[in-house]
């Protein structure tokens, strides 16, 4: 089964089942979201069978291929996954479908047929600026993009694809979002092609410096064989560092996000926060640690700095947002502070809670970005105030609402849970100081949660909203399997863990670090206690 290209298929047929979609008469936009979810879906049956196959003990690198794609200049198709890129795969293939379930009217040029009157606080969008085949077959060719961009083994391969996200994501933005939606889709696009154009630098002046050692190449594998000078490590790694920095986003280079956010439709943002801006904490593991072991090791003091400013910083933006869709965007800012700790703590559970921390943030948040979109399309305003008493009217609503939340802000027995612990515990072995600072991060996201569910699920029912439907059987389907995921891995995260740790351990081998000793009491010092 090794033998099979299974990576090249998975990022194929969504690619294919976008040009079926595309053809489609422009009369049948039904068909055009069937064939969609009916592409989503083979994908995610795919890639279960991919990932069933794959061996937690066997090679680094799995499902490989390689094939010459510019010899001249040394870049190659080359693919291939190890635990961290798999699990980030799967999310993918777990999220897509039910992103194109959820957004099953969002594309068209009539309100959703939830959507309640107009109250004095409810936001008018703009029609869709293009059909809802386009938009079907947009998320199908962000699939395959997703996909190549954790699959590549080959830095040039891995930056076609990193840059390549940004158009689908940017008509996505701009065609289908909120009242502000070309401006978020221009900011977005700037601040993406920003930190494009310096790793483009970087990927640069990674082939010249591995030329002048007499082997120009692109290869992972190779690369992480040679030997850079300091100065030349530091210059490279922050080229792709700030690259990452701005995708994941970590503070300061997090200001496109909130609008983002805001402005996707729920699908986009759903995608945007959840996958996209993985891409950035996965690019540290991938490539920042293994290729520059010194530049990180010298750096990593500093950019924890960040990190710990991005979680408290983050988790007090949330709470004084009145916005339901930035009040989540900022929440995420927090949570990348965390995984960013998790990633430059240099211990194995840090950096296994920090990948664990990616596909659990994927799933809360999503959930919690769907239920609101469900919410906003019903109350047709995204404004926290203008919501009261929900619960009363929508008890299955407010139920998931809560649910999403309690994960969000990483209750036990919730997947978040268990990442969040692993990353602080991993950090404080080596950084306690910073390790303590970001548990605050917790206490905090408990304030933004559960403030935002009291002031809109509970209390007096606001007069607008007694008409107000609950979740049809459509919406319940969307977040029950994210819901299912929390709870199962908040209980039992380790077929996740089985396979993400020896991946981890091989970033850690290049990065030269080992877990701290622990330290042990001396029987004299035992005795006198």
């Not at 959840?274 to 996965?282: A, R, S």
């Not at 905090?444 to 699920?457: D, E, H, K, N, S």
Request: one cysteine or more; charged letters at 10%.
């Amino acid at each position: 089964m090794s033998s099979f290209p299974w990576l090249t298929t998975i990022g194929v047929v969504p690619l294919i089942g976008a040009l079926v979609v595309s053809a489609l008469p422009r009369n049948r936009p039904q068909l055009a979201k069937q064939v969609a979810l009916a592409v989503s879906l083979l994908v995610l049956v795919l890639t279960i069978v991919m990932c069933a196959g794959f061996e937690a003990k066997g090679p680094r690198f799995q499902f490989v291929q390689a094939h010459d794609w510019i010899p001249a200049f040394g870049a190659q198709y080359a693919v291939g996954v190890d635990g961290i890129a798999l699990v980030l795969i799967a999310l993918v293939a777990v999220l897509v479908p039910v992103v194109l379930l959820a957004s099953w009217y969002d594309a068209d040029p009539t309100p959703h047929p939830m959507a309640g009157e107009l109250t004095e606080g409810a936001e008018i969008v703009d029609p869709p600026k293009r059909g809802v085949k386009t938009f079907f077959a947009l998320m199908l060719v962000l699939e395959t993009m997703m996909i190549g961009v954790f699959a590549a083994t080959d830095v040039f391969l891995f930056y076609v694809f990193f840059e390549a996200m940004l158009i689908p994501m940017y008509f996505i933005i701009g065609s289908y979002g909120g009242p502000k939606r070309s401006y978020a889709a221009v900011k977005f696009l700037l601040y993406s092609l920003f930190g494009g154009l310096l790793m483009l630098a970087a990927v640069i002046g990674l082939y010249v410096a591995s030329a002048n050692q007499g082997l120009g190449t692109f290869s992972f594998d190779k690369l992480t064989q040679l030997e850079f000078s300091h100065s030349t490590q530091i210059w490279l790694f922050l080229g792709f560092f700030i690259a990452f920095a701005i995708k994941a986003p970590l503070f300061p280079f997090h200001t496109w996000l909130p609008d983002a956010g805001a402005e996707a439709p729920v699908g986009g943002a759903v995608l945007l926060v959840g996958v996209l801006d993985k891409v950035g904490t996965f690019g540290f593991l991938r490539y920042c640690l293994p290729l520059f072991p010194y530049a990180s090791r010298t750096l990593a003091p500093y950019i924890i700095v960040l990190c710990i400013i991005g979680v408290l910083y983050g988790a007090l933006l949330a709470m004084g947002q009145k916005d339901l869709k930035r009040l989540v965007s900022y929440t995420s800012i927090a949570h990348f502070g965390f995984i960013g700790l998790g990633c430059f703590a240099f211990t194995t559970q840090a950096a296994t809670g920090a990948v664990l921390y990616m596909v659990n943030h994927g799933l809360s948040t999503g959930a919690l970005f769907l239920v609101i979109g469900f919410l906003v399309a019903r109350g047709r305003s995204r404004l926290v105030g203008d919501y009261s008493g929900i619960a009363n009217v929508a008890p299955v609503l407010a139920g998931l609402f809560f649910v999403s939340g309690l994960s969000s802000l990483a209750l036990p027995g919730l997947s978040t849970f268990v990442s969040e612990f692993l990353v602080l515990v991993g950090s404080f072995t080596r950084y306690p100081v910073a390790a303590v600072l970001a548990t605050i991060g917790i206490i905090l996201a408990a304030l933004y949660i559960l403030l935002v569910f009291q002031r809109t699920m509970q209390g007096p029912l606001a007069a607008a909203y007694t008409q107000m439907r609950d979740l049809q059987f459509r919406e319940v389907l969307v977040v029950a399997p994210l819901i299912a995921l929390m709870l199962f891995l908040g209980f039992y995260p380790k077929p996740l863990t089985d396979v993400i740790t020896p991946a981890v351990n091989a970033t850690m081998q290049d990065v030269g670090v080992k877990d701290p000793a622990p330290t042990l009491l001396s029987h004299s010092t035992t005795q006198r206690r």
